[in-house]
Each structure stands twice: as structure tokens, then as C-alpha cells.
Nanobody, 113 residues
């Protein structure tokens, strides 16, 4: 059973910052691209950011310039630093291993205006 353990969500005012974390096993982390998806109320899940095991990143246009995805290889953990948060960033954020369709349980991010 693959575990993706997310943390770091919460309630923040617009303009604030949050850092999400996702820890997993080394066997997964060392091989696969890791990603963050989110699902806003009433909307489909969407890719927020992804990072390959080599460190190449890509971002959704909606978060580009405001968010940074990174990975700590020693801790088998991927991070999503989100700055200048907007109310439209509100949603459940999931840590995902896209190639294996592994999803974490999700962490709620709420941005108040």
C-alpha cells in the first residue's frame, strides 16, 4: 500500500502563504514524477504543479510565478510553496504520483478574501 502523507493546508487570508508537504516511500519518490492537483468546489481536479525525479518542474498558468514545487530527496518529501494566495486558490490539494495514479487523501486550503 503506497502512502502519500500530506500536510500543511489551512485557512489563510488573501495575499498570504502556505507550504504543503507530501511524504512518501523512497521506492516511489526516487523514481517517479510527483505532482500536486487541486479540486475547487464545483470544479474538476486540475494539475497545479509537477516535478520530475530529476527536478524539472512545470506549473499551471494560474499559479505560475506564485508557487514553487520542490523536493527533498533525503526526506522523500515534495513541497508546494504557495505565495500571494487568492480566494480562487481555495480547494482540496492532493499529492499525486501521476504515472501510477496514486493519490493522497487531500489537504484543504481555504483562502479568505
Amino acid at each position: 500500500q503506497v502512502q502519500l502523507v500530506e500536510s500543511g493546508g489551512g485557512l489563510v487570508q488573501a495575499g498570504g502563504s502556505l507550504r504543503l508537504s507530501c511524504a512518501t516511500s523512497r521506492s516511489i519518490f526516487s523514481i517517479y514524477t510527483m505532482a500536486w492537483y487541486r479540486q475547487a468546489p464545483g470544479k474538476q481536479r486540475e494539475l497545479v504543479a509537477a516535478i520530475t525525479n530529476g527536478g524539472t518542474t512545470n506549473y499551471a498558468d494560474s499559479v505560475k510565478g506564485r508557487s514553487t514545487i520542490s523536493r527533498d530527496n533525503a526526506k522523500n518529501t515534495v513541497f508546494l510553496q504557495m505565495n500571494s494566495l487568492k480566494p480562487e486558490d481555495t480547494g482540496v490539494y492532493y499529492c499525486v504520483v501521476p504515472l501510477r495514479a496514486y493519490w493522497g487523501q487531500g489537504t484543504q486550503v481555504t483562502v479568505s478574501s
